[in-house]
């Protein structure tokens, strides 16, 4: 080996242990408050965001020329693997010094997290699937059976949608179908959260629709001003929004379909200039989100309907999706509140579907890991339009990696495999999109009339592509997400 090389890299790994080993004393109180259990896991975390928030691209090329570990594909075990690397170079470790956080621990600690919140399957070699129940199945026991046998392992349960009569009807079958096939299936219900949505109070409130243009001025109000009875006014359902929106800030419509831009802002009204319609229909319709990605929207992300769906949550599922979650404070609320209801609460799925949340995220695992066993779903959906559809593959593998660092297991969500589950037939590129899934511990299918095909197809795809990605060589510049809660 070149001693000079060599010399540099021991030196710039021994900085590295010291800024994590500073970093950790620095949070000590926090992490006693974490149950022990999770100890380990919550200080590899931030063993990992300490090298996230270094750029080491040279590091990993020297670390290459030597012929040893890059740091690549080591999120879970980060401080052992720097170890281990520095004892080929013939550094030796007192007992009490060396790291706990192994690669077998690791492997071990992810593998029961996973059956924790999903349970056991029948393939080990592929995600664990999740199917979107439809009310339909509410009277369908064979559709949830052949379910079952065809590989979903968790049935998700909107609240968004029917009532308790028909949730407890489709967890009756479920379990019912559960005990008959042997196979495992766990309960997962989603808090509905608050809804920002579309209504029609000007032109095209009769029908419900109105046709609009590129180029159109269109009002954002909660009642319809004087004098703008012709004009298109909509009234998002959700009240002081519009106090928060800034001329300049975006607009999204209908799944960001349609973009607009606040071009006035009046004591009562918004005036929001429509600069893309990627449709041929070119209208809006009642009851589409609305998302406004540049805004600090003050909604509490619990809502008074959420809080009265928790008694039956806590009796009847397994795990709770926490809807537009954006802070620990928030995350904090809802385990409160769970805890109020049962001495058993289900594990909390935080659903990342914010700018914020992404942010925020080391701090939600870490206020995650203080009630146990958590996951998260990445909701690709809201979050592709409130972060710009252009950034959801680099947002994707950060929110994978830090999930990894702290072994919690992730949710891949929204339009897997969509055009296939409305059609028949699957586009080229979400074939490809679903291969990367496998890349999460769970994959989320929305319902559809294809819904076994799609499970079919999916779990193919899997077990296709789910052995290569381990494989890939990554290069570490600094990550935002890292050098935002190291400055914190």
Same mark, same amino acid.
């Given at each position: 080996?070149?001693?000079?090389?060599?010399?540099?890299?021991?030196?710039?790994?021994?900085?590295?242990?010291?800024? *994590?080993?500073? &970093?950790?004393?620095?949070?000590?109180?926090?992490?006693?408050?974490?149950?022990?259990?999770?100890?380990?896991?919550?200080?590899?975390?931030?063993?990992?965001?300490?090298?996230?928030?270094?750029?080491?691209?040279?590091?990993?090329?020297?670390?290459?020329?030597?012929?040893?570990?890059?740091?690549?594909?080591?999120?879970?075990?980060?401080?052992?693997?720097?170890?281990?690397?520095?004892?080929?170079?013939?550094? &030796?470790?007192?007992?009490?010094?060396?790291?706990?956080?192994?690669?077998?621990?690791?492997?071990?600690?992810?593998?029961?997290?996973?059956?924790?919140?999903?349970?056991?399957?029948?393939?080990?070699?592929?995600?664990?699937?999740?199917?979107?129940?439809?009310?339909?199945?509410?009277?369908?026991?064979?559709?949830?059976?052949?379910?079952?046998?065809?590989?979903?392992?968790?049935?998700?349960?909107?609240?968004?949608?029917?009532?308790?009569?028909?949730?407890?009807?489709?967890?009756?079958?479920?379990?019912?179908?559960?005990?008959?096939?042997?196979?495992?299936?766990?309960?997962?219900?989603?808090?509905?959260?608050?809804?920002?949505?579309?209504?029609?109070?000007?032109?095209?409130?009769?029908?419900?629709?109105?046709?609009?243009?590129?180029?159109?001025?269109?009002?954002?109000?909660?009642?319809?001003?004087?004098?703008?009875?012709?004009?298109?006014?909509?009234?998002?359902?959700?009240?002081?929004?519009?106090?928060?929106?800034?001329?300049?800030?975006?607009?999204?419509?209908?799944?960001?379909?349609?973009?607009?831009?606040?071009?006035?802002?009046?004591?009562?009204?918004?005036?929001?200039?429509?600069?893309?319609?990627?449709?041929?229909?070119?209208?809006?319709?009642?009851?589409?989100?609305?998302?406004?990605?540049?805004?600090?929207?003050?909604?509490?992300?619990?809502?008074?309907?959420?809080?009265?769906?928790?008694?039956?949550?806590?009796?009847?599922?397994?795990?709770?999706?926490?809807?537009?979650?954006?802070?620990?404070?928030?995350?904090?609320?809802?385990?409160?509140?769970?805890?109020?209801?049962?001495?058993?609460?289900?594990?909390?799925?935080?659903?990342?579907?914010?700018?914020?949340?992404?942010?925020?995220?080391?701090?939600?695992?870490?206020?995650?890991?203080?009630?146990?066993?958590?996951?998260?779903?990445?909701?690709?959906?809201?979050?592709?339009?409130?972060?710009?559809?252009?950034?959801?593959?680099?947002?994707?593998?950060?929110?994978?990696?830090?999930?990894?660092?702290?072994?919690?297991?992730?949710?891949?969500?929204?339009?897997?495999?969509?055009?296939?589950?409305?059609?028949?037939?699957?586009?080229?590129?979400?074939?490809?999109?679903?291969?990367?899934?496998?890349?999460?511990?769970?994959?989320?299918?929305?319902?559809?009339?294809?819904?076994? &095909?799609?499970?079919?197809?999916?779990?193919?795809?899997?077990?296709?592509?789910?052995?290569?990605?381990?494989?890939?060589?990554?290069?570490?510049?600094?990550?935002?997400?890292?050098?935002?809660? *190291?400055?914190?």
């Amino acid at each position: 080996m070149d001693a000079s090389l060599t010399l540099s890299v021991f030196q710039q790994l021994d900085r590295l242990i010291g800024k *994590m080993k500073n &970093e950790t004393e620095r949070r000590r109180e926090f992490l006693a408050l974490i149950p022990e259990d999770y100890r380990l896991s919550a200080t590899n975390l931030i063993h990992y965001l300490t090298l996230r928030n270094e750029d080491i691209r040279d590091l990993q090329d020297e670390l290459h020329v030597l012929g040893l570990s890059s740091l690549a594909s080591s999120e879970s075990h980060i401080l052992s693997q720097i170890q281990s690397i520095m004892k080929r170079l013939g550094k &030796e470790f007192p007992e009490d010094e060396v790291e706990a956080c192994t690669y077998d621990y690791s492997l071990a600690k992810m593998e029961k997290e996973q059956r924790n919140l999903f349970g056991n399957k029948m393939e080990d070699g592929i995600p664990y699937i999740m199917v979107t129940f439809d009310s339909s199945f509410s009277e369908n026991y064979a559709i949830i059976k052949t379910l079952l046998q065809n590989g979903m392992n968790v049935a998700r349960i909107n609240c968004a949608h029917d009532n308790e009569a028909v949730w407890a009807q489709m967890i009756q079958l479920i379990r019912r179908a559960s005990q008959h096939t042997g196979l495992d299936c766990k309960v997962y219900m989603d808090l509905a959260g608050p809804k920002i949505r579309t209504k029609l109070i000007g032109r095209g409130m009769d029908k419900g629709k109105v046709k609009i243009d590129e180029g159109e001025l269109i009002w954002l109000a909660e009642s319809l001003p004087s004098g703008l009875e012709e004009q298109v006014v909509i009234s998002p359902n959700e009240k002081d929004v519009l106090l928060h929106v800034e001329e300049g800030h975006r607009v999204y419509l209908d799944d960001g379909i349609i973009k607009g831009i606040v071009e006035k802002k009046e004591k009562d009204k918004l005036g929001v200039r429509i600069t893309r319609v990627s449709s041929a229909k070119k209208q809006i319709k009642n009851d589409k989100g609305i998302n406004f990605p540049d805004s600090e929207l003050a909604i509490a992300p619990l809502t008074s309907f959420d809080i009265s769906c928790l008694p039956f949550i806590c009796n009847h599922a397994d795990m709770v999706g926490y809807s537009f979650v954006r802070y620990a404070s928030d995350l904090k609320e809802l385990q409160l509140k769970l805890q109020h209801f049962s001495s058993d609460p289900p594990d909390i799925i935080i659903k990342i579907e914010t700018p914020q949340a992404v942010k925020n995220l080391p701090s939600l695992l870490l206020q995650g890991m203080q009630s146990g066993s958590c996951g998260v779903m990445i909701a690709r959906g809201d979050l592709a339009v409130e972060i710009g559809f252009e950034r959801m593959g680099e947002i994707q593998e950060e929110i994978l990696w830090i999930c990894e660092s702290a072994h919690i297991p992730v949710i891949w969500a929204t339009q897997v495999l969509e055009t296939l589950n409305k059609s028949g037939v699957a586009t080229r590129s979400e074939i490809t999109d679903a291969s990367h899934a496998a890349l999460a511990e769970c994959v989320m299918v929305n319902k559809g009339d294809h819904t076994i &095909e799609v499970i079919e197809t999916l779990r193919d795809i899997l077990l296709r592509t789910g052995g290569h990605h381990s494989k890939k060589r990554y290069i570490f510049r600094p990550l935002r997400i890292a050098q935002r809660f *190291m400055n914190h």
